[in-house]
């Protein structure tokens, strides 16, 4: 039961490439969140997934997208990455929405030259 | 939309003090409040959660109090030890289905 698994961890890009994150979940979680995590910002939502197929717009959605084809997959995407986007993201995965305990991955920390 | 502000930034105590982090949020429709502890270089964890149906919860060392009025809860954490040292995020439920979380409190326990 490896619970929830982030891939790459570490990824380097140029401004202008892109890039997709994924994460998978063995916990048949229905609900699938991303967020990205800056010194002294918290963790902020990017986007979440209510169920497999359905995907919406957190706190800061703008250069990123997301699908979840498979219940048990979210990836998010930068179609072009820009500095601003150097970060460290974190998926994460709950049973229930809100109250739900957030079981989170190990984090990709991704640089944008 | 949902704000969450969270004091102080860092804190630094001597082993067996107390410690506490407070926060404050801006929707009232908020009912759910949860603490997640992150390790240096670890992913973050929940610790423990306070509903707005209670106004305290215990458990062990860790207690979490809310005041619904005052629209703030407080985590306290007493005889802390050196493993209580990390980054303790505060939380608060929103209207997306997602919980909007503070900016963060670095806690150190100096032995």
């Known amino acids: 039961n490896a619970g929830v698994t982030q891939t790459p961890k570490f990824r380097v890009l140029k401004t202008g490439q892109s890039m997709t994150l994924l994460c998978a979940q063995d916990?048949?979680?229905?609900?699938m969140y991303w967020y990205r995590q800056d010194p002294g910002m918290g963790l902020r939502l990017i986007h979440y997934?209510?169920?497999?197929?359905?995907?919406a717009k957190g706190e800061v959605p703008d250069g990123y997208n997301v699908s979840r084809l498979k219940k048990q997959n979210f990836l998010l995407g930068l179609e072009s990455a820009a500095p601003s986007q150097t970060s460290v993201y974190f998926c994460?995965?709950?049973?229930?929405?809100?109250?739900?305990?957030?079981?989170f991955g190990e984090g990709s920390r991704l640089t944008v030259l | 939309g949902e704000n969450v502000e969270q004091h102080p930034s860092t804190l630094s105590v001597q082993e067996g003090d107390s410690a506490v982090i407070k926060c404050t949020y801006s929707?009232?429709?908020?009912?759910?409040f949860p603490w997640y502890k992150q390790e240096l270089g670890k992913r973050p964890q929940l610790i423990i959660d306070i509903r707005s149906n209670v106004g305290e919860k215990k458990d062990q060392r860790i207690a979490v109090t809310l005041n619904k009025t005052a629209k703030h809860f407080s985590l306290h954490i007493t005889e802390t030890q050196p493993e209580d040292s990390a980054v303790y995020f505060c939380a608060a439920d929103t209207g997306r289905r997602a919980l909007t979380f503070g900016s963060g409190t670095r806690l150190q326990v100096q032995p």
């Open positions: 929707d009232s429709a908020s009912n759910y």
């Open positions: 997934s209510v169920g497999e197929g359905t995907t």
């Open positions: 916990m048949n979680h229905e609900y």
């Open positions: 994460a995965s709950s049973y229930r929405p809100i109250t739900g305990e957030l079981f």
